[in-house]
């Protein structure tokens, strides 16, 4: 069995649209839509994370406000344990590299890897994050 890679994505909520982009053609899941995120790194919180790779991957400056459901998926290229960041926009500016704010009954269209199915339906149902304490 694969190492557990353990993933921040930071969802980002702002009049009520989310931040989503699409997978390059030459990373895993190409083609797929998704939340800005990535690894964390050693002696970083998943929260930490997602505020930093949502900077880094799409320039917009967020702040973590809460928790979605965790979810662990085990995909053919890798196993992955998903800590969904609830986030909102700290500085409002344009989303870069090709990421773009979706209305909310917008995210039913757009294709998301499998490990995202519990958070989606958790949005699409208006079930609010956990408040970070």
Request: with cysteine; aromatic share 6%.
């Amino acid at each position: 069995m694969q190492k557990l890679k353990r993933i921040a994505v930071a969802v980002v909520e702002h009049k009520n649209r989310f931040l989503v982009g699409v997978r390059a053609p030459n990373d895993s899941l190409a083609g797929f839509h998704e939340f800005p995120g990535g690894k964390i790194e050693l002696e970083e919180s998943p929260q930490q994370a997602a505020v930093r790779e949502c900077l880094e991957e799409s320039g917009v400056q967020v702040v973590a406000v809460g928790m979605y459901s965790q979810a662990v998926h085990h995909y053919e290229h890798a196993s992955v344990e998903l800590n969904f960041v609830a986030c909102a926009v700290e500085q409002i500016s344009d989303p870069k590299h090709g990421f773009q704010w979706m209305d909310r009954h917008s995210l039913k269209d757009c294709t998301f890897p499998a490990g995202n199915l519990q958070l989606l339906l958790e949005l699409r149902t208006n079930v609010p994050p956990q408040p970070l304490n």
